[in-house]
């Protein structure tokens, strides 16, 4: 088997990461930072998005494992005390695969007649470059309202832990392919009206969001921040893609949400 390693990068996951690295050699795994069918997160949350990030050309052949040196994640959700069990369990038993579903974000242009297509693991965002931002908000290719605020949130289920918790979104388990749309403080009085409440969509359903003032927006995706000129629409749904998690024991998700929010 082929593996990989991407540490947060300080001195404590660094040192995690090559102890790992050649626990994994000696038990005959291959170091193959280019074609791994699993990659090892060492950090936290965001780790693992910069991981998903950069193997997201082979979802269908990778899968993924989180160590945390922080506090306990969502993706990252083992322990640097653990490690020998895990690289045990890596290489002496066939494991179980969990998969997330994605976010699929495609961005069309004005002009040219292109779009370029991204995937986030958490959530992608709208923001304007000036002033409020307003957009249509197009569900199932019906309008639905125009959003006037500072911003909107799109985010996935396993997403829903992270910045869509901040909007009030909902947290939605992992199982169930849906998106939801977050509103970031939208303008609302006797002449501005958008639903006020987080929509959850199911993945036979596509947002559309069409600019009204401007044709410049930063859009994120997870921890990217991408300035887009020139837009004409931005569009949502459930991906067809999946993350593969590699699963060792189980780890309810329900548990995760309590030991990290509510406490143990
Ligand atoms: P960061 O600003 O350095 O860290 C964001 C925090 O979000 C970290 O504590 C991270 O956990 C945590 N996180 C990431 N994914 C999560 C998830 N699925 N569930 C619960 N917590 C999660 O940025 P970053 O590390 O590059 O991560 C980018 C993410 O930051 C974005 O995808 C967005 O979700 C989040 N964000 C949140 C807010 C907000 O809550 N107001 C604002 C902007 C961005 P770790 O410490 O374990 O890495």
């Not at 969001?209 to 410049?216: S, T």
Request: hydrophobic share 40%; with cysteine; charged share 25%.
């Amino acid at each position: 088997m082929k593996f990989a390693i991407s540490s947060k990068g300080d001195n404590k996951s660094n040192m995690l990461m090559q102890r790992m690295k050649s626990y994994l050699i000696d038990f005959g795994l291959t170091l193959d930072e280019e074609k791994p069918d699993i990659v090892i997160s060492v950090g936290g949350d965001g780790t693992l998005l910069y991981a998903f990030h950069r193997f997201k050309h082979r979802l269908d052949k990778t899968a993924f494992v989180g160590v945390h040196t922080g506090h306990l994640g969502f993706y990252a959700d083992w322990t640097p005390d653990e490690i020998e069990k895990l690289v045990i369990a890596i290489a002496k038993t066939p494991y179980q695969v969990v998969e997330y579903p994605l976010l699929e974000i495609i961005v069309r242009y004005k002009h040219n007649g292109k779009e370029s297509k991204y995937l986030a693991l958490n959530e992608s965002t709208v923001k304007g470059v000036e002033g409020t931002l307003v957009m249509d908000v197009d569900i199932k290719g019906q309008t639905f309202e125009t959003f006037r605020g500072d911003g909107l949130c799109l985010s996935t289920p396993s997403g829903s832990t992270a910045y869509n918790k901040a909007l009030d979104g909902a947290i939605i388990h992992p199982s169930i392919r849906a998106i939801q749309l977050t509103e970031m403080a939208s303008i609302n009085n006797r002449v501005f009206r958008t639903v006020g409440s987080p929509l959850i969509l199911p993945d036979h359903h596509t947002c559309m969001l069409k600019p009204l003032n401007q044709d410049d927006f930063i859009i994120t995706v997870d921890h990217l921040q991408l300035l887009q000129k020139d837009v004409k629409s931005i569009q949502y749904r459930v991906a067809d893609e999946q993350i593969r998690f590699a699963r060792f024991r189980p780890f309810p998700f329900w548990k995760r949400v309590r030991d990290s929010f509510i406490g143990e």
